[in-house]
């Protein structure tokens, strides 16, 4: 039983290693108390996986993945468009957290993994490993090794988050959000699709928000640049006291 739960924390350790999943634990980082997202993703890993051993070692059943993949790429991108579209109206300072994040932020991380994670690829590796092997010593080494890859990245996120404003820290979640809900989008409609090219397209959404928001910062500030104007009075004054 040992031997198993390190080959699955082995396992799942390295292929969450640049997945969607580390990206999304830093964004709820920068956002978010360290402790509420390792907690929030310590239970949506558990129940995840409780579930993909089930599957694997009693059941041999499949779920609607592409469905829920598509559910999470909505979820992701409309978070992210709702994040950008408050920081984006307000008046130049400091902005309120988004409605997303006044909700209770365990749940809101829970809910989030709980979609990212059902069909990914995570999971299949779980369910495979729960075929040939003990199911719980499985669960246990599978939830380990991705709470553990996934702390890494909620590390990067404190770090960046004490060096950052809270502005850049928003604007940024918003855009993660839409990177990670473009990147399972192009996943589920094109799964044959290299990871470079993917991430290539993926990457167009978070520019072209970009793109907007600049465009939308320079309009505010010209309408907001003060019109100078010439006094005449003082120049009156200085001609009729012989002064050119």
């Given at each position: 039983?040992?031997?198993?739960?390190?080959?699955?924390?082995?396992?799942?350790?390295?292929?969450?290693?640049?997945?969607?999943?580390?990206?999304?634990?830093?964004?709820?980082?920068?956002?978010?108390?360290?402790?509420?997202?390792?907690?929030?993703?310590?239970?949506?890993?558990?129940?995840?996986?409780?579930?993909?051993?089930?599957?694997?070692?009693?059941?041999?059943?499949?779920?609607?993945?592409?469905?829920?993949?598509?559910?999470?790429?909505?979820?992701?991108?409309?978070?992210?468009?709702?994040?950008?579209?408050?920081?984006?109206?307000?008046?130049?300072?400091?902005?309120?957290?988004?409605?997303?994040?006044?909700?209770?932020?365990?749940?809101?991380?829970?809910?989030?993994?709980?979609?990212?994670?059902?069909?990914?690829?995570?999971?299949?590796?779980?369910?495979?490993?729960?075929?040939?092997?003990?199911?719980?010593?499985?669960?246990?080494?599978?939830?380990?090794?991705?709470?553990?890859?996934?702390?890494?990245?909620?590390?990067?996120?404190?770090?960046?988050?004490?060096?950052?404003?809270?502005?850049?820290?928003g604007f940024g979640s918003g855009l993660l959000f839409l990177f990670i809900g473009a990147l399972?989008?192009?996943?589920?409609?094109?799964?044959?699709?290299?990871?470079?090219?993917?991430?290539?397209?993926?990457?167009?959404?978070?520019?072209?928000?970009?793109?907007?928001?600049?465009?939308?910062?320079?309009?505010?500030?010209?309408?907001?640049?003060?019109?100078?104007?010439?006094?005449?009075?003082?120049?009156?004054?200085?001609?009729?006291?012989?002064?050119?």
């Amino acid at each position: 039983m040992i031997a198993t739960i390190g080959l699955a924390i082995g396992i799942v350790f390295l292929a969450e290693l640049g997945d969607k999943s580390q990206l999304m634990a830093l964004t709820f980082a920068l956002r978010y108390r360290w402790w509420v997202v390792l907690g929030g993703i310590t239970a949506a890993t558990a129940s995840v996986h409780v579930l993909s051993v089930a599957i694997g070692h009693f059941l041999g059943a499949a779920l609607p993945t592409t469905a829920i993949a598509w559910v999470a790429a909505v979820t992701f991108l409309a978070v992210g468009v709702w994040t950008l579209r408050e920081l984006a109206g307000d008046d130049g300072a400091e902005p309120a957290p988004p409605r997303f994040a006044t909700a209770a932020p365990f749940f809101v991380v829970l809910s989030a993994f709980l979609l990212a994670e059902l069909g990914d690829r995570t999971m299949f590796a779980t369910a495979a490993l729960a075929t040939d092997n003990n199911w719980a010593a499985v669960w246990l080494g599978s939830t380990i090794g991705m709470v553990a890859a996934d702390a890494l990245a909620i590390g990067a996120g404190i770090l960046l988050g004490k060096h950052l404003p809270e502005r850049a820290i928003g604007f940024g979640s918003g855009l993660l959000f839409l990177f990670i809900g473009a990147l399972t989008a192009v996943n589920t409609a094109v799964p044959a699709l290299g990871l470079g090219a993917a991430i290539g397209i993926a990457a167009a959404a978070p520019a072209a928000a970009g793109a907007a928001l600049w465009w939308l910062h320079s309009r505010r500030e010209i309408r907001e640049t003060p019109v100078t104007s010439t006094d005449t009075s003082d120049i009156e004054g200085r001609r009729v006291g012989g002064q050119p």
